[in-house]
């Protein structure tokens, strides 16, 4: 079974500076893929980074970077330079390799607030 | 491409009624998923298929709930016949196969459904 966690329910952050979203991951899958999602009010869901589990270097996108810890099974999303559109719901999820876990299991979210 | 297309954006109806939600996944895309987002228990799968036939339907909720695949561009779920507890935003996600997908799943805009 897969487990995703995210401890922040919310975070408020000043705008412009760096924030780390937390999150840890439970697999039993050799291989396995990570992924952060940013839902806005709006409601659709957006990619934002993807990270695999045998990647040697931490994902980029951006403003994103994903701060991979395999053997602390953490995949902390940092943005850096918020800004006011990044006001958003976030959320960690994984899928593995092996037959019936190709599924996105997510976590519970953290809302982000940037303040001006 | 003109991404996962689900219909309709909102659904309002009454319980008892019957409630068919429909996706268009992307071309080419092998899986698709059925997800439901509530405030109380977050994104959970509901189904997913894998080249038309269906993987993992433990999420189904119960036995009103019910999914079909017909062709590779086509997917339903339907409520028969729904009830309150229902009222959710579904979203349907399709994605390439393997770990390798660095674009993640692409997500619909989700279907509002309000069971009054």
């Known amino acids: 079974a897969q487990k995703i966690t995210q401890t922040q329910p919310g975070m408020f952050v000043q705008e412009k500076e760096a924030v780390t979203l937390d999150c840890t991951y439970d697999?039993?899958?050799?291989?396995?893929?990570l992924f952060w999602y940013k839902q806005p009010s709006s409601g659709e869901m957006i990619f934002l980074i993807y990270?695999?589990?045998?990647?040697?270097q931490n994902a980029t996108e951006g403003r994103y970077s994903l701060n991979f810890q395999k053997a602390r099974k953490s995949a902390n999303l940092v943005i850096s330079a918020s800004q006011l559109g990044d006001s958003a719901m976030y959320f960690c999820a994984m899928r593995g390799i092996n037959f019936g876990n190709e599924k996105l299991t997510f976590g519970t979210g953290t809302r982000l607030t940037i303040i001006p | 491409d003109a991404g996962v297309i689900q219909s309709p954006r909102h659904e309002v109806t009454e319980m008892g009624q019957e409630v068919t939600l429909r996706c268009k996944p992307i071309s080419g895309h092998d899986y698709l998923f059925w997800y439901r987002q509530t405030m109380m228990r977050g994104l959970e799968l509901l189904i997913y298929f894998n080249n038309n036939v269906p993987i993992d339907d433990s999420g189904m909720p119960e036995d009103r709930f019910s999914a079909k695949m017909p062709n590779a561009s086509f997917s339903t779920l339907k409520i028969q016949p729904s009830e309150p507890r229902d009222s959710a935003v579904y979203f349907c996600a399709s994605s390439l196969a393997g770990l390798g997908d660095l674009h993640g799943y692409t997500f619909g805009s989700g279907t509002r459904l309000t069971v009054v």
């Open positions: 697999t039993s899958d050799p291989s396995y893929g």
């Open positions: 990270q695999g589990s045998y990647d040697q």
